[in-house]
């Protein structure tokens, strides 16, 4: 997969080209399972912090003053047994939502405690307002297989209203390996979606309770201890280059050829991968 043109992943986006994000979270029974040594959480738990994080984070991004501008729309589809919405309340029948409704409808919000350097070298607790969106569940098999094709049909159906914009990015988080077959064909089909701009992007996160080292955005499957890691990388997208300037940004050594895949994430890779999957173009 390459990017045969310099403008490819260049659209401006604004309100009337907005681009969109779509999430597909694996809350599967597996998912009940610890995440690492030393989190003291659940996977499902420490995955819906993660995302309700950064739905804050996309939230801020189109803040204008009091006004939130609906530059991204949102979907949240969860397979855990069944493929379902993972919006629930007022959100849960659509399948992409303007930032602007996910603003203004979260299903509660939460009062937490941050950890937070005092600048002469200890921490300070810090109360802060957490809104919560999306939900911990887990539960049933691992349908992943129909989760990516639900994905394909609403991204594809997003593609042709908004033919001009910056193209969707679809990102799915998994513990573990599909119940329904093979996966590669219907992500490839996937990746094949796309607007004037560029194809689709996918991206794929594999969280472990494992204490190895994370691999992140690889550009070969070489290293990659299964089968299962290795087709996961092969679902996933080449970077384009603007997200492997911002992964380099970040410290990752990433080339060229890297792919939008994380295998044995932690829970801060988990949280800088998908900060640096759903950075974009300049908002206008």
Known sequence: MGYPSSMAYSAEINRAKPTAFFFLIDQSGSMDDAWGLDTGKRKCDAVADAINRLLSTLVLRCAKGEDVRDYFQVGVFTYGGTVRSGFAGPLSSRQFVPISEVADNPLRVETRTRKEDDGAGGLIERTIRFPVWFEASANGNTPMCQAVEEARRAVQAWCELYPLSYPPAVINISDGEPTDGNPIPVSDQLKQIGTNDGKVLFFNIHISGSAKRPIEFPDSPVGLPD??????????????????????????????????????????????FLDIGTRTAELR
């Open 227 to 272: 089968e299962f890691a290795q087709r996961l990388f092969e679902m996933s997208s080449v970077l384009p280059p603007r997200l492997v300037d911002e992964a380099r940004r970040e410290g990752f050594p990433v080339t060229e050829r890297a792919r939008g895949f994380a295998f044995n994430a932690d829970l801060r890779s988990l949280i800088q």
